[in-house]
């Protein structure tokens, strides 16, 4: 539709306002479009869907509502081409206008009219995961090949060596539970093969749809025709949540593959029941506005979590309030810490970044316990780390295959916290969460960078077992000199790669190094340090590193290892002293 030369606003007079809504003008006027700049740089600053907004009305705007057509809420000097209603709440709408050059404008405007709680771009969300096509899986694997769920130090789907014990203890938490069909796990993601030999018995079934059949009928009341598997968002409504991308059904094998039925892979969950939401496309990506739907449709659904591998866009409203609700009805909402090896704490990544006491942010491990490289992290916002590298699980079609990301860590720890909440369904969202993280196992080498220093332990979880935390008081540590300095050339080469192993007093326990100074090119160029296991305990990258201790390995010994790639140096670094522990 397009508008006439109208001001945005309320094109009501005085008298259509009640007494409820009294002092409140939200008529015709003029302003100042003095934060145009202000919109136009957050459109710029994350991808999203050109000319889309979406926004929630006041309670002066639902007045509105009930009291004239939607079409004068909205109608004003812009040219809309749609506007839309969210099935899952009314008080929410996507509007459309015919060119993207408005948008800022259009920002501006809603948000200075009091019949908009508050509107924001439509950004586009990506899956945090990728296929791992250079790598041929055999159709018939076995445990033996899910070194997440037990890891005896066998070769991940790269060749790479891995650390036993470096898994969630799975196959030890099965002999207390295997699950249970009662706990329904939303998977917001690029829907579900539902037919999939792994996953078909393990599908969310809405009892009274699915016993009515397709009969066009809304036999729930849910506002939702026909939703007996679940709900399909991604660009469309409609009652068919098949995934056409291969992502989602990858994250629901991981949380919930049917067990010991003699095929193929297992999930953390032998049974459960699982909730596809799809709002993500085939092509893996979708918009702000179906993502709210998603969260607002697993609320509606009752389910006690959503697990979500995807991210993307900056911090908005409209999510962080849909993210509260699903909280105030008990629901946990587990997110992807994301891809971009960054520090969370200070470059969040929503959603995992939001705020809020129901959200888990999962950062990815490798099978030798090490923060995969790719991983975000943040010592404050990441909560946990999970199994992320090389996950083999289902694709669409009774296939499987093997992807890395914190999109395969995400379901990890959704499927422990079905697991958990299936050994008592009465636990709250908040004594999940607070099980799952503290019953971690400590990992020297996540200690730094993940709020709970450690990687999930699902029979820990299962049976309330809380390891302490062995990092050492600084006063412990004790200074040893060393001969020279270990350090790298000033400024140092591309493709440098030096190696020395240091060794302190027999009786060390403990033993770190200490930096007088590092300038590293961040997360391209590394100095990693190794204990006497060949255990990762620290990967130092970046600028601004002075007089600072590395974090510590067992023992007395270390191996620190120097490697820059083929752009650009730095300064390099360099190590003055050895510290330990007795």
């Known amino acids: 539709m397009k508008q006439g030369n109208r001001w945005l606003g309320l094109a009501w007079s005085a008298a259509l306002v009640s007494s409820a809504t009294a002092g409140v003008f939200l008529g015709a006027g003029n302003f100042a479009h003095t934060d145009i700049a202000k919109y136009s740089a957050i459109l710029a600053q994350h991808e999203r869907a050109p000319a889309e907004v979406v926004l929630k009305l006041s309670d002066a705007g639902t007045f509105a509502r009930r009291t004239m057509s939607i079409e004068k809420i909205f109608g004003n000097n812009f040219h809309i081409a749609a506007i839309n209603a969210f099935e899952t709440n009314n008080k929410f709408y996507k509007v459309k206008l015919e060119s993207d050059t408005e948008t800022a404008a259009f920002l501006e405007a809603l948000n200075k009219n009091p019949a908009i709680a508050y509107a924001e771009p439509n950004y586009i969300y990506r899956i945090n995961g990728t296929r791992d096509a250079e790598e041929v899986i055999p159709n018939n694997p076995d445990l033996g090949l899910l070194w997440g769920m037990k890891n005896i130090g066998q070769k991940d789907a790269e060749g790479t060596v891995g650390v036993a014990g470096a898994d969630i203890n799975a196959t030890k938490a099965w002999a207390k539970t295997t699950g249970s069909k009662d706990i329904v796990v939303a998977v917001i993601d690029t829907g579900?093969?539902?037919n999939h030999e792994k996953l078909a018995d393990n599908i969310f079934q809405n009892k009274a749809e699915c016993d009515a059949g397709t009969d066009g009928i809304d036999n729930d009341g849910n506002g939702f025709v026909?939703?007996?598997?679940?709900?399909n968002f991604a660009g469309v409504s409609n009652n068919d949540p098949m995934d056409d991308n291969a992502h989602g059904t990858h994250v629901s094998g991981t949380i919930g593959a049917k067990g010991n039925d003699g095929k193929s892979i297992v999930g953390v969950n032998w049974n459960v029941s699982i909730l596809p939401i799809k709002f993500l496309t085939g092509s893996g990506s979708g918009t702000l506005e179906d993502a709210v739907k998603s969260i607002q449709y697993a609320t509606i659904m009752g389910a006690n979590m959503s697990s979500n591998s995807w991210g993307g866009g900056g911090f908005t409203q409209s999510m962080y309030d849909s993210i509260v609700e699903a909280k105030n009805k008990g629901i946990l909402f587990i997110a992807a810490a994301g891809n971009d090896s960054e520090n969370a704490d200070s470059s969040p990544?929503?959603?995992?970044?939001?705020q809020v006491d129901n959200v888990i942010a999962v950062a990815a491990s490798t099978n030798r316990d090490t923060l995969a490289d790719f991983s975000t992290y943040g010592k404050r916002t990441v909560h946990i780390a999970a199994p992320g590298h090389k996950i083999l699980s289902s694709v669409p079609g009774n296939r499987y295959d093997t992807y890395s990301g914190t999109s395969m860590a995400t379901p990890h720890v959704s499927g422990a916290a079905a697991l958990l909440w299936?050994?008592?369904?009465?636990m709250k969202y908040n004594e999940v969460k607070e099980r799952l993280l503290k019953s971690r196992d400590f990992v020297p080498n996540m200690a730094r960078k993940i709020a709970f220093s450690g990687r999930l332990n699902v029979y820990n979880a299962v049976m309330g077992i809380y390891p302490p935390s062995p990092e050492p008081a600084e006063s412990d540590w004790r200074d040893v000199k060393i001969d020279a300095p270990i350090e790298s050339a000033h400024p140092y080469k591309d493709n440098a790669k030096q190696e020395w192993t240091i060794e302190g007093p027999a009786n060390a326990k403990y033993i770190r190094v200490h930096f007088a100074k590092a300038e590293l090119e961040s997360n391209y160029d590394f100095?990693?340090?190794?204990?006497?296991?060949?255990?990762?305990v620290d990967a130092i990258?970046?600028?601004?590193?002075?007089?600072?201790a590395s974090y510590y390995g067992e023992g007395n010994m270390l191996k620190i290892v120097f490697t820059s790639d083929s752009s650009e140096t730095r300064w390099g670094f360099m190590i003055d002293k050895i510290q330990v522990v007795y």
């Open 226 to 231: 026909d939703d007996c598997r679940g709900w």
């Open 192 to 194: 579900v093969d539902y």
């Open 422 to 426: 299936s050994t008592d369904k009465n």
């Open 349 to 354: 990544h929503y959603p995992a970044g939001y």
């Open 541 to 548: 990258t970046g600028e601004g590193i002075s007089a600072s």
């Open 527 to 536: 100095v990693r340090l190794f204990d006497s296991k060949g255990v990762e």
